[in-house]
């Protein structure tokens, strides 16, 4: 292939403008010179977007990658709609960093560039999680945040997450406002900053540290439940290399958990994750070193942290057999001992509410109406259950709903409303107080899931999830999306389609004589989304990561079951759906022509 003429300019103008500093220069010109048009195409056909968690991409030089440069240009777009939004007040933006290759140097970046624009930066002196980060913005009453992160992304990726007044992460119309901002700096010169030990004399960068702790781990502590089944109950815990090894120890201790063990291996913050092969607590893979102690010493309880702790990966003992939970049984099994607990413990609010995502499996639904709790469905990422709390705090939504918990599918939860993200140290203290609740009951994680769906009926969920990066990747996936739409498939694995939802054109259709319908509007923000809902009731959905170049897949089955059910039956009926889980997902991966990653 050959480079356009648009990409070269801009590429050249790497090479050799003045702006960038030496070794950027020189590695965009070594491309140029060796003529390595296809990796010059990836980091030049795009600026990076911001999507369900603001700019996210590999580190290195070019318009499409994390740098430097692309930091001091969202930066200053975001100063700007800062100052737009916000008119005539001093502003204050904090900011966190993770684990990652460059995140501290990225984040003084960021202090730099607001500390230049008049904007007071709160920058924690070392790394902090991401729940820190949204607490930090509510805490001190800042007008936004920025947490630098890449997640759970392999080693050479970064980000660059942006945070609302509220907490939350950035939603519409101010995200499209600060992408229309980016989109219109089109070079580097313009950027001013301010020298970091210049801005932290003049009192525009502070540095947060104990005092930001000791106000979240407070607010944490008011979470617990139940007390019992803590003194004689062991806790191995992985951070992967991330954030989360101080906070999470430390809050498992305040909860009163004593016997906790930390991977040594893994405890060390490291962005080159050299122990694993992803960071990602939602992949067993990474959770082996974590096991194998757990396994040694006997642990009644295994937990994982993504690098930057807002997705938590559990593993439980049972006998002498540990067992991995996915991110809709770790939902649905919170989310049953929160409301049951405090249903018993009488500290269920008045007009309760739990949010999920369209994506996370109905059975948490269904264990909130149980409760009599409101149930609120909103798109994937964390920041639309954020959203809602919003609306429902400042009256925007009525009547009035008491936010508790809620989750979704890829292993994010929150209890209560003093953080407005995913909460990976929450997650963990709850799970821990759980299942030692249930041990000291006698009962298993298993026994509770069970008991589940012989009152809700069996629900079986998979994800799966197709990489396709680059220039290419992007056009096959909108190819995929295009051909679901024009020609979506009517009957799947011998069911009738009954319903097909258009969440980016907002219709909602029924099919009728193998005709769609259009049957009402979808009360939700426009979203790259389709769902399939079958006869039967299984609920297929279809689509991009807004954050990576990937296509997935969720697919959701359940099977009513009598409530005395016997435990022979009940497998049964789990390894039924089990089973048309994956004939569904291979239908959906041959409709798409490709293969499952």
């Not at 491309?31 to 296809?38: F, G, N």
């Not at 777009?77 to 933006?93: G, H, I, M, R, T």
């Not at 008491?402 to 407005?420: H, I, N």
């Not at 589940?452 to 990066?469: A, K």
Request: glycine share 6%; aromatic share 8%.
């Amino acid at each position: 292939m050959s480079i356009t003429k648009d990409i070269e300019e801009k590429a050249t103008y790497w090479a050799t403008a003045d702006v960038f500093d030496p070794q950027t220069r020189d590695e965009i010109g070594q491309l140029l010179e060796s003529k390595d048009d296809a990796e010059l195409t990836d980091r030049f056909y795009r600026d990076l977007e911001f999507g369900t968690g603001g700019l996210r991409g590999i580190i290195g030089a070019g318009t499409s990658r994390m740098n430097a440069y692309n930091i001091k240009k969202a930066t200053t777009a975001f100063a700007q709609q800062l100052q737009e939004s916000n008119p005539n007040e001093p502003l204050k933006v904090g900011i966190t960093f993770d684990s990652r290759h460059f995140s501290k140097e990225f984040a003084q970046t960021v202090a730099e560039v607001l500390a230049a624009h008049n904007v007071t930066a709160l920058i924690t002196k070392e790394l902090r999680p991401v729940p820190m980060l949204s607490f930090l913005v509510r805490k001190y009453s800042c007008h936004g945040g920025i947490c630098i992160t890449a997640s759970h992304n392999p080693p050479n990726y970064n980000g660059y997450k942006v945070y609302w007044k509220t907490g939350g992460q950035i939603t519409p119309p101010y995200d499209q406002q600060l992408i229309e901002k980016y989109r219109s700096i089109s070079g580097y010169e313009n950027l001013p900053t301010l020298d970091y030990q210049t801005a932290l004399k003049q009192g525009l960068i502070k540095e947060l540290g104990e005092e930001l702790d000791q106000a979240y781990f407070s607010r944490l502590d008011e979470l617990s439940i139940k007390k019992n089944g803590r003194d004689n109950f062991k806790v191995v815990f992985t951070p992967l290399h991330g954030t989360a090894g101080i906070p999470v120890a430390t809050a498992l201790k305040r909860f009163g958990f004593n016997d906790v063990h930390v991977v040594p291996e893994q405890a060390k913050p490291d962005g080159n994750f050299p122990t694993v092969e992803f960071p990602n607590p939602e992949d067993p893979n990474a959770l082996k070193l974590a096991v194998s102690l757990g396994e040694k010493l006997k642990a009644d309880l295994v937990l994982g942290t993504d690098p930057d702790c807002d997705r938590v990966g559990i593993v439980y003992r049972e006998d002498d057999e540990f067992k991995f939970l996915n991110g809709n049984q770790i939902g649905c099994l919170l989310t049953e001992y929160i409301l049951q607990a405090l249903t018993e413990e009488k500290r269920l609010p008045e007009n309760p509410l739990v949010i999920k995502t369209i994506v996370t499996t109905d059975l948490q639904a269904d264990i909130a109406r149980h409760y009599k709790c409101h149930i609120d469905e909103t798109l994937t990422g964390f920041k639309w259950i954020c959203q809602l709390i919003e609306k429902y705090e400042s009256g925007e939504i009525t009547p009035y709903r008491k936010y508790v918990c809620g989750g979704e599918e890829s292993y994010g939860f929150l209890m209560d409303s003093f953080v407005r993200d995913k909460d990976g140290i929450a997650a963990c203290v709850i799970a821990a107080e759980m299942t030692a609740f249930y041990k000291s009951k006698g009962l298993s994680l298993t026994d509770v899931l069970a008991s589940i769906y012989r009152r809700h009926g069996v629900y079986r969920e998979s994800l799966s999830t197709v990489t396709m990066p680059g220039k290419a990747g992007a056009e096959q996936i909108n190819e995929i999306m295009t051909r679901l739409r024009q020609n979506p498939p009517l009957t799947i694995d011998s069911v009738p389609v009954a319903q097909i939802k258009d969440i980016l054109t907002g219709d909602n259709h029924k099919v009728v004589d193998n005709k769609l319908v259009t049957n009402g509007k979808i009360d939700l923000p426009s979203s790259n989304v389709l769902q399939f809902i079958l006869e039967d009731g299984t609920k297929v959905s279809c689509r991009p990561s807004g954050t990576e170049p990937k296509i997935k897949y969720y697919v959701s089955v359940r099977e009513a079951v009598a409530t005395t059910v016997s435990d022979n039956e009940l497998e049964a009926a789990i390894n039924r759906c089990e089973s048309r889980v994956l004939k569904i997902q291979e239908v959906f991966m041959d409709l798409s022509n490709v293969s499952n990653t």
